[in-house]
């Protein structure tokens, strides 16, 4: 009897010991339909440089394997001191899309497993916000996604000390789905994604004028200009950035042409007037 | 430098052409009036400023130098994220970091709890 209850007691215990792993894994499994995969390979595999994480340094190691192709000569050392928060032992999301732009790089959000896939597809790793768990361990991750198999349902990854791992989609997904949705893709200022939103870029744009990168925001506004020429407010953007470079006439004529795009707006006329009355 | 010329060119080329344009004769060349964008098209955006006022607070550089963090990359930071983004700080919303950090949830905490009462018993 008594051994029967030593038995059950480490069953019982053993149970206790891997639910919580199981259940930090357990997430429901996710469809796909042809839609997601309309114009894109079944199978994806970017060429991304890959950089094994120090403890704590996942946000940085990441970011870096990210930004390597585009600027080569950046190190983990730079990238750490402008993401990672000591207190914390990690960095915040916030931090990494601001590191990104003092990189002089613009980040864009991925926001649907149809987005993930598009990046992917159209060559850009994407850094995501996940969960992974082991034992009673639980730990929220930065992860470079670097591919996807589209029949044996995986996404492929650079994650801690594992070059382009295999993982459950649903798993990551799942995750990821669980921590708000948080990814990105980086690109150059002179390259916008197909699928970037404006918000994104004019978050961009601004950061650029508050840091003073001047060429990176001329760069962006000239690409948003093309894609939404509709939009005024990368006229205005751009007017800013003639006024800096001592460019009044040209700072007049963006602020004339998005006031063509958007003649109800009063603060517009206003800073024609202004400006216009200065450099008569 | 005519707008259609922007598409034209790389962009590197564009700058260099549009820094090159000759200066331009002002009838008050002392006058300066600067345009500022996100005025213009934000107007309703009041996070930066809090945020930028409590950085003023000594209670609030407290709280950062033990964070391990100075106010200059504090600065520099903030002044590249997104209103939205301030937001999200302002709020506590997202405000997760990801690392090594280990989180042992509550549920975690009781297993292990009641592991312990069991082999003690």
Not at chain 2, 38 to 51: F, K, M, P, Y
């Amino acid at each position: 009897m008594k051994g029967f209850c030593f038995e059950r007691r480490a069953v019982l215990i053993l149970w206790l010991v891997f639910s919580p792993a199981c259940a930090s894994l357990n997430y429901p499994k996710i469809s796909t339909t042809d839609e997601d995969f309309r114009g894109k390979p079944d199978h994806v595999q970017n060429v991304v440089p890959f950089v094994e994480q120090a403890p704590n340094l996942c946000g940085p190691t990441a970011l870096l394997m990210v930004s390597q192709p585009l600027r080569p000569e950046l190190t983990l050392d730079q990238i750490r001191d402008l993401t990672f928060t000591p207190a914390a032992a990690g960095s915040y999301p916030q931090d990494m899309l601001s590191a990104t732009r003092r990189l002089h790089l613009a980040p864009y959000s991925v926001k649907s497993v149809t987005e993930i896939l598009s990046a992917l597809a159209y060559g850009s790793p994407v850094v995501i916000f996940h969960r992974t768990g082991f034992l009673w361990k639980d730990l929220w991750h930065y992860s470079v996604l670097t591919g996807y198999d589209r029949l044996k349902e995986e996404l492929i990854m650079h994650i801690g000390p594992y070059e382009n791992r295999h993982v459950d989609w649903s798993q990551v997904v799942g995750s990821w789905t669980e921590g708000g949705k948080w990814a990105f893709i980086v690109e150059p200022p002179r390259k916008l994604p197909e699928f970037a939103r404006f918000e994104d870029a004019l978050a961009n744009d601004f950061a650029f004028l508050r840091l003073g990168y001047i060429q990176e925001a001329y760069a962006l506004s000239s690409e948003m200009i093309a894609r939404w020429p509709n939009r005024y407010e990368p006229d205005v953007v751009m007017a800013q950035i003639f006024s800096e470079i001592n460019q009044p006439r040209e700072a007049l004529r963006s602020l004339k042409r998005a006031h063509q795009k958007q003649p109800e707006n009063v603060a517009l006329k206003n800073e024609i007037l202004k400006y216009s009355r200065a450099y008569q | 430098m005519a707008a259609g010329m922007v598409g034209v060119l790389s962009w590197n080329n564009a700058f260099a052409a549009l820094t090159s344009v000759d200066p331009i004769v002002y009838a008050n060349p002392q006058k300066t009036v600067s345009i500022d964008a996100e005025a213009i098209l934000n107007d309703q955006s009041t996070v930066r400023g809090e945020i930028t006022q409590a950085l003023q607070d000594r209670k609030v550089l407290s709280e950062l130098a033990k964070m391990g963090i100075q106010k200059g990359e504090v600065e520099l930071r903030l002044a590249a994220m997104s209103d939205q983004e301030l937001q999200q700080i302002k709020d506590h919303v997202q405000r997760t970091a990801g690392g090594d950090v280990v989180v042992i949830g509550l549920t975690t905490a009781l297993l292990i709890l009641i592991i312990v009462i069991l082999l003690v018993r």
